[in-house]
């Protein structure tokens, strides 16, 4: 079935540094979402890429979706600690699986003062 | 106004209990799901409605059932409770794109 694999599971970085988290899809996406959790909390969207080879901007955050549209990566510029949380990537199925969000395992990220 | 709210948020329960989460969304969307996180924080889609239709029943044991008596209601209901049923269980609706989460039930079998 389709997959959408995360990496890395945990990333530790200290409050200033810089941190990418990877997606990988099995199958072409329609679009591909992600969402923050922070600890305790529920998954809260962040964005939606469309477009293949798109890019957008939230202040230090980007995201990218890939040419072949399988592929996005979200990277996070100056770390603080209140971007401590999991993120997640959800790849939006195609055809007979339109509608369906396929959700990766997730990063959580721990930032050090 | 909560925009999908569950209840109840803590759910402790021995094992072999029947037991049910409500889920209820004001958003006006027609797609409503549920799911389950493991302590892993892995994010499983269990079922998914479309205007009060199963379209998404994942692989989950029949002791799981999900009813929606309207669109914006989606309950669930959970026979013979295991302890491997501990989780946090998400609702969440969604119009096309992003989906609305709701705070999660905390559900420890013991």
């Known amino acids: 079935g389709q997959q959408v694999m995360q990496i890395p599971q945990y990333q530790h970085v200290q409050e200033g540094e810089d941190f990418t988290t990877y997606c990988n899809s099995s199958?072409?996406?329609?679009?591909i979402q992600w969402y923050k959790q922070r600890p305790g909390g529920h998954p809260v969207f962040l964005i939606q890429l469309v477009k293949s080879g798109e890019v957008k901007k939230q202040k230090r955050l980007t995201f990218q979706f890939g040419e072949a549209k399988k592929n996005s990566s979200l990277h996070i510029t100056a770390t603080q600690t209140t971007d401590v949380g999991t993120y997640f990537c959800a790849g939006g199925g195609r055809g007979s699986t339109l509608g369906r969000l396929y959700f990766g395992r997730g990063t959580q990220l721990t930032v050090w003062p | 106004d909560t925009a999908v709210s569950q209840t109840p948020k803590y759910l402790v329960t021995q094992m072999g209990n029947d037991k049910s989460i409500k889920c209820e969304q004001n958003?006006?969307?027609?797609?409503m799901y549920w799911y389950k996180q493991d302590s892993k924080k892995f994010l499983k889609i269990m079922f998914s409605y479309n205007n009060k239709e199963l379209i998404i029943n994942e692989t989950v044991p029949n002791r799981f059932s999900p009813k929606s008596p309207d669109k914006a209601h989606l309950n669930l209901h959970i026979n013979s409770l295991e302890l491997g049923d501990s989780a946090v269980y998400f609702c969440?609706?969604?119009?096309?794109?992003?989906?609305?989460f709701g705070q999660g039930t905390r559900l420890t079998v013991v």
């Open positions: 199958t072409t996406l329609s679009n």
């Open positions: 969440a609706s969604s119009y096309r794109a992003e989906a609305f």
């Open positions: 958003l006006g969307h027609d797609t």
